[in-house]
Every structure is written in C-alpha cells, then in structure tokens.
C-alpha cells in the first residue's frame, strides 16, 4: 500500500536551513504529483510547494516562493524540501502527501484533493 514518511525536522533558529526527506513505498515517482504542506499552530492547513515527478515542475506558496525548493530523486523514491532562510512562521507540522498525478500543480497547493498524507515531521523556528 502507498505509504509517505517524513523527516528532517528539527528545532532551529531563524536564517538557518533544513531538507526534509518524503520516502514513497508502494509506488514509484516514475508519474507522481507529490505536494508538501505545513500545519501551524491553528486549524489551518497550507500549501507549500508541488511537483511533477514525470518533468519536474513545481509550484510554489508565495510564502515560501524563493526561500524554499522541492525536488525528487526517482531512484531513491525520495522528495525533498529545501528549506533556507527559516523563519519563526515557518514553525509548523510538515507534511508531505500524493495528488492526482493529472492535477494542475497550484491546485494541487490547495490540499482538497490529497490521495495519501504522510504522517509529518515537526519544525520549529525560534531563537
């Protein structure tokens, strides 16, 4: 069955990095839409970043647009979030999770239509 695990996650200060890690099992990234999304303190959910595993385009938040890449390595099944210049709002429960591999990218930000979530990793900016 389709399971995602998260990690790298950790406690920072602001101005540093961290790369999470999303391993997939039970599918390959051959022709996958993949999503990361982050849950702050509160009830509400965003949308960080996509990507097209099949031609590796990606979509971004405009909160993290510049600040933040994801990327994919097929043959370790593996995506990652590069996270630079963290700040204390970045603090949050991150996820990542499987789309529709047809869904357009910025919709795919909205997290309406995840298929499998991971069960998340926690950052934590702060001084």
């Known amino acids: 069955q389709v399971q995602l695990v998260e990690s790298g996650g950790g406690l920072v200060q602001p101005g540093a990095s961290l790369r999470l890690s999303c391993v997939a099992s039970?599918?390959?990234?051959?022709?996958?839409?993949i999503g990361w999304f982050r849950r702050a303190p509160g009830p509400e959910r965003e949308g960080l970043a996509c990507i097209a595993t099949s031609d590796g385009s990606t979509a971004y938040a405009d909160s993290v647009k510049g600040r933040f890449t994801i990327s994919r390595d097929n043959v370790k099944n593996t995506i990652y979030l590069q996270m630079n210049s963290l700040k204390p709002e970045d603090t949050g429960a991150y996820y990542c999770a499987t789309l529709p591999p047809w869904i357009d990218l910025h919709i795919g930000l909205k997290g309406d239509l995840v298929d499998h979530w991971g069960p998340g990793t926690q950052v934590t900016v702060s001084v």
């Open positions: 039970g599918f390959t990234l051959d022709d996958a839409v």
